[in-house]
Nanobody, 120 residues
């Protein structure tokens, strides 16, 4: 079994910064892509950023130049550095990862989410 645990959410003023972390644990054989999604009530969950095992990154247009995704493969952890935050970045942020376990060639796993609120 695999668990993804996010941390780092909270309340921040517009223009501020936050760093989210997501650690994967359990019967992990290999971690492929890792990413962050976000969701606000009444809207679909959307991709914020993703990173492959080789380090290639992809960002939503709305966060390009402000957010940076990175990963530490030794720690099975993905990070999202969020700068110049805007009120429209307010959402629950979810960690996602495609992971191969000792008994399964690979499937998507999700964290429970961490709330980011950008408000003055």
């Amino acid at each position: 079994q695999v668990q993804l645990v996010e941390s780092g959410g909270g309340l921040v003023q517009p223009g501020g910064s936050l760093r989210l972390s997501c650690a994967a644990s359990g019967s992990i054989f290999s971690i492929y892509a890792m990413g962050w999604y976000r969701q606000v009530p009444g809207r679909q969950r959307e991709l914020v950023a993703s990173i492959t095992s080789a380090g290639s990154t992809n960002y939503a247009d709305s966060v390009k130049g402000r957010f940076t995704i990175s990963r530490d493969n030794a720690k099975n952890t993905v990070y999202l550095q969020m700068n110049s935050l805007k009120p429209e970045d307010t959402a629950v942020y979810y960690c996602n990862s495609f992971i191969a376990t000792l008994t399964h060639y690979g499937m998507d796993y999700w964290g429970k989410g961490t709330l980011v609120t950008v408000s003055s």
